[in-house]
């Protein structure tokens, strides 16, 4: 019980500074509905054309804007010279990364349930499916949970704002493939059993990217 004490601490910890500052969900949103509007203008679109291009754009939003949000989450703790604290408290590292894993995805989720409303009514494509929502919270996680460790990684550069998404992007290929098919297939009207594989590859990937990260983020902290 204690080990989850501080896993809910390190979160509740993360959630209040984010309340105060807005600083990364503003920056994440902001990026999203940015792309959102851009391709709206950019794009002639059509009704018959709109349904193949909108589940790229949805993860495109999503990523790029998740990037920023990645890169907050570690350099505000080293901006602020808080990640020492952390290391020295008496808790187990991997919770740490629990933690960070858990803010992450509460904030990136946070912004996609405000993101996707307006681009719906951008794109004129309904977003209230079940459905969706589901293949949004298996992609959100499967990228949080590599995205934490590979944040811890590319903490100490200078560079982290380039060598994040160059460490990230690749790894998380599986991820951004079977959410951009199974959101083409799902805004498409098809049934559960047309992308019920590609929801298996998401929930492979999220539990490999969280046991793989949790056995080995104390190594990557430590450095």
Do not use: H
């Not at 200078?158 to 951004?176: G, N, T, W």
Request: charged share 15%.
């Amino acid at each position: 019980m204690s080990y989850w004490r501080s896993v809910a601490a390190i979160v509740a910890k993360d959630v209040l500074a984010e309340a105060r500052s807005r600083e990364a969900l503003s920056a994440m949103l902001l990026f999203a509905l940015m792309v959102a509007v851009t391709f709206n203008l950019a794009l002639e679109l059509r009704i018959d054309n709109v349904l193949q291009i909108a589940p790229g754009l949805i993860w495109v939003a999503f990523v790029f804007a998740g990037v920023l949000g990645l890169n907050r989450s570690f350099a505000a703790e080293q901006d602020r010279a808080c990640i020492e604290g952390l290391m020295l408290a008496p808790v187990d590292r991997s919770a740490i990364y629990i933690a960070k894993c858990i803010s992450n995805t509460l904030f990136m989720l946070t912004a996609e349930a405000l993101f996707l409303p307006v681009f719906s009514v951008l794109f004129r494509v309904p977003v209230g499916s079940p459905a969706l929502w589901l293949v949004v919270f298996l992609g959100t996680v499967g990228f949080a949970s590599a995205g934490t460790l590979f944040a811890a990684v590319a903490m100490n550069s200078r560079a982290r704002e380039i060598l994040l998404p160059l460490l990230l992007l690749p790894i998380v290929v599986p991820v951004l493939t079977a959410a951009t098919r199974s959101t083409a297939q799902v805004l498409e009207g098809q049934t559960l059993a047309a992308y019920a594989p590609w929801l298996r590859l998401l929930l492979a990937f999220d539990i490999i990217s969280v046991v793989i990260a949790v056995l080995t983020f104390e190594y990557v902290i430590e450095e």
